[in-house]
């Protein structure tokens, strides 16, 4: 199976940054893409930005955020920057394999899925 780990959560400044990372372990080779999902109580789990063939970012993140992949590491990074309250929320790492880039925005389509890392932004 495959295992992933979030990192780099935490209480950060409206306005300010962090650099969320994930660590894929275990059958790291059945990878072929992973993505980042976010959600807050009584919410539905939200897409927020993908890296597979190509590269994706939700429309609330456009702009001000980057996901980059080091295969080699088998990680996978969230830049944000200029946070809002909005962006607070418990950030997955989730990874999937064999489907190209197909249905990316559907936490369902994603087989692995780290544990999460909180998120608060202050105001």
């Known amino acids: 199976q495959v295992q992933l780990e979030e990192s780099g959560g935490g209480l950060v400044q409206a306005g300010g940054s962090l650099r969320l990372s994930c660590v894929a372990s275990?059958?790291?080779?059945?990878?072929?893409?992973m993505a980042w999902f976010r959600q807050v109580p009584g919410k539905e789990r939200e897409f927020v930005s993908y890296r597979g063939i190509s590269t994706y970012y939700a429309d609330a993140v456009k702009g001000r955020s980057t996901i980059t992949r080091d295969n080699a590491k088998n990680m996978v990074v969230l830049q944000l920057n200029n946070l809002k309250p909005d962006d607070s929320a418990v950030y997955y790492c989730?990874?999937?394999?064999?489907?190209?880039?197909?249905?990316?925005?559907?936490?369902?389509?994603?087989?692995?899925w780290g544990q999460g890392t909180q998120v608060i932004v202050s105001s």
């Open positions: 989730a990874a999937r394999g064999g489907m190209d880039d197909y249905r990316f925005r559907e936490p369902a389509s994603y087989v692995y």
């Open positions: 275990g059958r790291t080779h059945v990878i072929s893409s």
